[in-house]
């Protein structure tokens, strides 16, 4: 069975940090470009980062603007896991936060599209609030 599980979120005040995990069972992440994403109430899915696959020549990683500089995406491939570290977070980043895994080697401009990937996790809730 393939399976994506994130883990990590929580209540954080604002300026905190959190970090997500999303561990897969039944494939290899390093086989795959693994983006994050996330939705708010009311709001679309919006694409934040991606990751290219270690399978890579590049190795490249993408952020969205209203996280670039704030969030880091990384991989432990011993682990086989993907990690989003959010630093200095905000009430706007409140939301469902997804791991994706997506069948393809590297994270090209339309990386914030979901039809680009092909498993999903489940979500994980973060809330910013003091």
């Known amino acids: 069975q393939l399976q994506l599980v994130e883990s990590g979120g929580g209540l954080v005040q604002p300026g905190g940090s959190l970090r997500l995990s999303c561990t897969a069972s039944?494939?290899?992440?390093?086989?795959?470009?693994i983006g994050w994403f996330r939705q708010a109430p009311g709001k679309e899915r919006e694409g934040l980062s991606c990751m290219s696959s270690t399978m890579s020549s590049s190795g490249n990683t993408n952020y969205a603007d209203s996280v670039k500089g704030r969030f880091t995406i990384s991989r432990d491939n011993a682990k086989n896991t993907v990690y989003l570290q959010m630093n200095s977070l905000k009430p706007e980043d409140a939301a469902i936060y997804y791991c994706a895994a997506g069948s393809y080697l590297f994270c090209a401009s339309d990386y914030d599209r979901a039809v680009r990937y092909d498993y999903w996790g489940q979500g994980t809730q973060v809330t910013v609030s003091s």
């Open positions: 039944g494939f290899t992440l390093n086989y795959y470009a």
